[in-house]
């Protein structure tokens, strides 16, 4: 089994089928779901931030309610519904590139990047995210970075421009209205109250 944090395009194995899984938002999680599926007697081809591969021994089609039981009772969901599905997919794609972005030089424009992984207008992908989630997919993405920010700014090896930098803002004091915006508090207020209080929330509490 491969453990995945990346967003590549890639199709499940012939014969396999894709599960899109809500709450998955950290190498761990991915980790858990692998041994829950395995656990089911599945074969786990590839496990990724909200999806997995899987396939039975004999081909036949996986006992669904046994897979909702089980991730119901790790905290994460089995999603079904297209639309469901595919908001969660928004959500997924965007914790990756902020929180476990690639080496390379990554594409900073959130609404093409979206359109180019999920083929759909991004006015279509908008609304139905602001419907779903009461929130627009802007504040969501602003929320992230804001807490990529934090754990940037938390290990203190950075300086305020890099951090800025490697989160996509044109400047530093344009991270520093918005992280003030979302926390009350500038960046250099945040570093001064230290590891207690200025403990980073849970990814999942995000999504």
Not at 6 to 19: C, D, F, K, N, Q
Not at 64 to 81: K, P, Q, T
Not at 111 to 136: I, N, P, Q, W
Request: hydrophobic share 40%; glycine share 6%; charged share 20%.
């Amino acid at each position: 089994m491969k453990v995945d944090v990346s967003i590549a395009h890639v199709l499940p194995p012939p014969g396999a089928y894709r599960l899109l899984i809500k709450n998955m938002v950290c190498p761990q999680c991915i980790r858990v779901v692998d041994e829950d599926l395995a656990a089911l007697g599945l074969q786990v081809h590839r496990v990724a931030l909200g999806e997995a591969d899987v396939s039975t021994p004999d081909g036949a089609a996986p006992d669904w309610a046994a897979i909702r039981s089980r991730l119901h009772e790790a905290g994460f969901e089995l999603l079904e519904d297209p639309q469901d599905q595919l908001v969660d997919r928004i959500k997924t794609l965007l914790v990756a590139l902020i929180h476990y972005p690639p080496p390379s030089p990554r594409l900073l424009n959130y609404s093409d990047y979206l359109v180019e992984h999920l083929g759909k207008d991004y006015h279509y992908l908008s609304h139905l995210f602001s419907a779903s989630e009461g929130l627009t997919i802007e504040k969501f993405t602003i929320r992230q970075k804001v807490e990529r920010a934090k754990e940037l700014i938390s290990y203190a090896e950075m300086s305020m421009a890099e951090v800025a930098q490697q989160l996509g803002y044109s400047s530093p004091a344009h991270l520093s209205r918005q992280f003030r915006q979302v926390t009350g508090l500038t960046p250099t207020d945040f570093q001064q109250l230290g590891p207690g209080p200025a403990a980073r929330r849970g990814l999942d509490s995000l999504i």
